[in-house]
């Protein structure tokens, strides 16, 4: 398929997913939204395959959607340039080891838009030490980190994080992405929606509030525009990585705590305290925004309602429909400001929003 072509379907199904979001949120006073393209190829920074295996060696596969029906995948447009430099070498070397290839069942990529590649080979067998020295050799020749994973076992051949860049308002900054840990897909819009949240809270002021915060994704660029932030995530890992984080990008004015929204909301009701609390004087705080980028599944009732209580709130939704749902509450104390449409899966129905809401 040519770009030409690519570029044709793309911006039709663009335009229709604008006008189904702009159609759907017309009952919240939404007249206008900003859509934020994706590139047409090479947007996806992170991709699995199931590791077909014939006579003539190692292939790349993946399932039709909704069904477990796998079908040979010979070129990965959608993936990020060095994904797509690297799988054709990577497929060569494992069809020509019988140790890396015997009983591999899925091959991850995690990628940069800087060139980093971190791969994860899976298998139904123990990894040994002989299987480590393969794994070694194979990530020094094709200059990739190499992680192996098997039930109940993970092996760390070189590293098992990348580090992504984006240039936020102007500034640089530096995460790790972990491997196995949830980050933006498609690196392009992510730097659109950090760009957004960042530009439509210049002037909100005071103290930010931030719910599943992840690897501190949104909450370091954010951090420039409050006096202080207080981001919570109930993975270890990822509030690992957001320390972590802060600590290379040298910002100093965000509190991280391991709690769910449920357990915050508790908090700061002062219904109950935490252990996991006894690092922060909620006290302290001045909250005036909160920022929240929940699952599929959108805020709980409880933490929807809890966030009525502030001034502004930057809603990221990965779902549409459970957005909708949470906004029949929220706008019983807010009205939407601003929204956009960022396109993080092209030629797919799912669409990504963000909404900025203003207390009444």
């Known amino acids: 398929m040519t770009n030409q072509i690519l570029s044709g379907e793309y911006e039709s199904q663009l335009q229709e997913k604008y006008q189904q979001t702009l159609t759907e949120f017309a009952e919240f006073g939404v007249k206008e939204i900003e ?19 014939e006579d003539d060696g190692v292939h790349y596969a993946m399932y039709q959607p909704g069904s477990r029906l796998a079908y040979k ?58 299987w480590t020295k393969e794994a070694e050799e194979l990530a020094k020749t094709l200059s990739i980190h190499v992680v192996g994973r098997s039930r109940n076992q993970k092996v760390i051949v070189t590293q098992d994080f990348v580090t992504e860049k984006f240039v936020v308002a ?74 972590l984080n802060c600590e290379q990008n040298q910002i100093d004015n965000i509190a991280f705590a391991r709690l769910s929204s449920e357990e915050l909301c508790n908090a700061l009701n002062g219904v109950r305290a935490f252990e996991r609390l006894k690092h922060v004087t909620l006290s302290d705080y001045q909250f005036t925004t909160v920022f929240v980028d929940p699952p ?13 209580r502030f001034d502004n709130i930057i809603y990221i939704s990965c779902n549409p429909n459970t957005l909708k749902d ?3 509450t929220l706008e019983q104390s807010h009205c939407v400001v601003k929204m956009a449409l960022f396109d993080q899966f092209p030629y797919t129905e799912h669409r990504e929003c963000g909404v900025i809401l203003r207390k009444i």
Not at 35 to 53: H, L
Not at 77 to 105: D, F, T, V, W
């Open 170 to 243: 102007g500034r640089e900054y530096r995460y790790q992405q972990l491997e196995g840990s949830f980050t933006q897909p498609n690196g392009p819009v992510c730097q659109h929606m950090l760009n957004w949240a960042v530009e439509n809270s210049r002037n909100f002021a005071g103290d930010l509030l931030e719910l599943y915060c992840g690897n501190g994704n949104f909450t370091l660029p954010l951090s420039r525009n409050f006096n202080k932030v207080l981001a919570t995530e109930v993975a270890k890992s990822g509030i690992q990585s957001a320390l």
């Open 296 to 308: 599929r599944a959108g805020l709980d009732p409880l933490t929807n309602q809890f966030i009525q």
């Open 73 to 130: 995948v010979g070129q990965f447009p959608a993936g990020s340039p060095a994904m797509q430099e690297i799988m054709p070498k990577l497929a060569q070397q494992l069809s020509g080891n019988e140790l890396l290839r015997r009983r591999l069942y899925q091959i991850e990529f995690l990628t940069t838009m800087s060139g980093e590649v971190l791969v994860t080979l899976i298998y139904h067998k123990s990894l040994d030490d002989p």
């Open 35 to 53: 859509v934020f393209r994706s590139p047409v190829n090479s947007y996806r920074m992170r991709a699995e395959f199931r590791a077909w295996q």
């Open 326 to 328: 949470n906004l029949k």
